[in-house]
């Protein structure tokens, strides 16, 4: 139910965030026959296109997706700073010290756990690496996409606005042409022209943010503290030589790249932030604070996909079960649709569960001796892996704890960087 209603709350706060900036947009007034007033800034215009400055807003979305607490600091205090002392009072909500004030001492915090993190052994620092996705990245996101659609309907990003009226102009011609006799039909079509622009940066915002939280997610699975400061490192590095390179076709190119990278990978990075998600949850609320889980739920264990059962992906969300003694895998395609049920056709004989690092996990054994990670179950039944063990008629050892756990971490982190086995399903 976490993830559900985490989804819920992301999407009601996009739709409530546009109606409500939309709502407040005032209408461009008509102009007269000697009228010589500029138009609003989302009104219906003919702009001027320029690369460079279409450059400049893809990469400042495409920075502020990457990165969006550094961005909105950065970018923050350079425009209070840059601007005369007289008009700073007037700066919009998002430039204004009261905002990225705070914004920047939580990000010397993070830069301090980055940077004094590498001297603790990864079971340590793993726990603040969890608080710091579940809380920080995903906070600063829903702070992120406010300003975001703030700063589109106040005509900052001029140059996507006319790439978004040059698709108005192809779908919708006879609309455009009667719009500046009519002023009712006027104002439909600049409040088209905002929404399709507003979608537009928000879709790219939402693609790019998933595979940075991906990137996170990888950060918290990396067996080793030195292995997460250089992916940290890497990341900050690309944030900012997008920023740095903006304004400049190598910046248009290098944010055209992650932005393309980020529709490509969506499905696959998704899977992934919410894998990242869930275990943050369990991680912060059932290991750092010690809460009890309760006790175990007899319709199956929740657990993430380890490899492909038939068609079905690795890191999906779902229920391990022991029905007619056989393990039965069920899930729901975006969490929300219709239930499938796969018969793994696996004899939980052949199958071992192990306590892992993070969370437990079960692997299968091989006739050729291999081991095959089945599914990765959520750390909040860490405690009662005997019993876990029991329901699903499972074998469990303990023998090794720690060289296996580490060497099962090392594995299964190198095996996200590549094709996972597929496991033929009967039937």
């Known amino acids: 139910m976490q993830i559900k209603n985490l989804l819920l709350f992301f999407i009601i706060l996009v739709s409530s965030s546009s109606f409500a900036l939309a709502a407040d947009l005032e209408p461009a007034p008509t102009p007269g026959p000697t009228s010589s007033s500029a138009p609003s800034p989302m009104s219906y215009k003919r702009a001027t296109f320029n690369a460079e400055m279409l450059s400049q807003e893809v990469a400042q979305i495409t920075g502020l997706a990457l990165n969006p607490i550094l961005c909105m600091s950065a970018l923050g205090a350079y425009s209070y700073f840059s601007a005369p002392e007289q008009a700073r009072p007037t700066l919009p909500w998002h430039l204004s010290p009261e905002f990225w004030g705070p914004l920047t001492a939580v990000l010397g915090m993070i830069f301090l756990k980055d940077t004094f993190g590498v001297a603790f052994p990864k079971l340590l620092k793993s726990p603040l690496d969890a608080v710091e996705i579940l809380f920080e990245k995903n906070t600063s996101a829903l702070i992120a996409l406010p300003v975001l659609i703030t700063s589109v309907t106040q005509g900052e990003f001029q140059q996507l606005q006319q790439l978004s009226q040059q698709a108005c102009d192809a779908l919708f011609p006879v609309a455009i ?27 790219i915002f ?75 949850h369990d ?52 969490l929300f649709f219709s239930k499938k049920v796969i018969n793994t056709g696996i004899e939980p004989s052949s199958c071992e569960l192990i306590r892992g690092i993070i969370s437990p996990v079960i692997v299968l054994q091989q006739d050729d001796g291999d081991q095959v990670q089945l599914v990765r179950i959520r750390p909040k039944i860490y405690r009662d892996t005997q019993e876990v063990a029991d329901l699903l008629g499972v074998r469990w050892s303990d023998e090794a704890v720690l060289i296996k756990r580490f060497s099962g971490a090392v594995k299964w982190s190198m095996a996200l960087l590549r094709k996972a086995p597929r496991l033929d399903i009967p039937g």
């Open 283 to 334: 991680l912060v609320f059932y290991k750092l604070l010690r809460s009890r889980a309760g006790s175990l739920p007899s319709g199956g264990i929740r657990s993430f996909s380890s490899c492909y059962f038939a068609r079905t992906p690795p890191l999906t969300y779902g229920k391990l079960a022991l029905k007619d003694d056989l393990l039965v895998f069920s899930y729901r395609s975006c």
């Open 206 to 280: 939402i693609a790019v943010w998933v595979l940075s939280q991906a990137f996170n997610v990888l950060i918290l699975l990396c067996p080793f503290s030195i292995g997460d400061a250089l992916l940290a490192a890497a990341k900050n590095a690309l944030v900012l030589l997008i920023i740095g390179l903006s304004g400049t076709y190598m910046g248009a190119l290098l944010s055209g790249v992650v932005i393309a990278f980020a529709f490509y990978l969506f499905p696959k990075t998704l899977r992934l932030v919410v894998f990242g998600t869930v275990m943050s």
């Open 177 to 203: 042409a009667a719009g500046s006799a009519d002023a009712a039909l006027n104002t439909g079509v600049d409040l088209l022209l905002m929404t399709v622009t507003s979608v537009s940066a928000t879709m």
